[in-house]
């Protein structure tokens, strides 16, 4: 990367693109609705089961101009899903600010592991125990989506739950590989604590991105 380059990447003109696809959403509050997404190359959460490793070095996806993409995905869709990566890795205002002029709506999916930008209508907060969010995101976030692993992660979704607002949406999705193991306790833990809701990849047995 060059320094014009890289002075264009801070201001969030240029961006690190690795994928951007016209789908339907999977997991969470908005799972089944038609939504363009825009994944960005980068993070450095470090999630050991994370399924787009592929994505963590920014530097291995081509920078593209934010205004140019927002108007691709605009003609597809008018629900925008900003994901990654860590996609709050990078400033984010040109982007939204252009997608907002074109009428979209805009969702992000984050750790929360950094300051949040641009101009966002849905934040999907996933906590990480590798790059726990900023304080400020908590309040901020309209549903927690907790990836279970282990037995260990229903208390730390416990944990997290008793950050956000009362109003924010829980969810808690099994990791794919151990889905087979967590459905049946997550089923359980629902059923004691009404407040959370499963989600499903449902992209994955629908074989879509």
Not at 38 to 60: A, F, M, Q, T, Y
Request: aromatic residues 10%; contains cysteine.
């Amino acid at each position: 990367m060059n320094l014009v380059e890289d002075i264009l990447l801070k201001e969030g003109k240029m961006l690190p693109v690795m994928e951007h696809f016209y789908t339907i959403q999977g997991e969470g509050a908005h799972t089944g609705k038609a939504a363009y997404f825009i994944r960005l190359g980068g993070c450095d959460v470090g999630c050991h089961w994370c399924d787009v490793k592929e994505s963590w070095d920014p530097n291995l996806h081509p920078l593209m101009n934010a205004e140019e993409i927002a108007e691709t995905a605009a003609k597809h869709c008018k629900t925008i899903v900003l994901t990654g990566g860590e996609p709050l890795m990078w400033n984010l205002d040109i982007l939204t600010s252009k997608l907002k002029e074109l009428g979209c709506t805009i969702h992000i999916e984050t750790s929360g592991a950094y300051p949040l930008s641009g101009y966002i209508d849905w934040i999907t907060l996933s906590p990480k125990k590798t790059g726990l969010p900023k304080e400020e995101i908590y309040a901020k976030a309209h549903e927690l989506k907790v990836i279970v692993f282990n037995n260990n992660d229903f208390k730390f979704a416990q944990e997290q739950a008793e950050k956000v607002s009362e109003n924010c949406r829980l969810y808690l999705q099994s990791e794919w590989s151990k889905r087979d193991v967590m459905y049946p306790k997550m089923t359980d833990f629902i059923l004691e604590n009404p407040r959370w809701q499963a989600s499903v990849q449902t992209h994955k047995y629908l074989n879509i991105p």
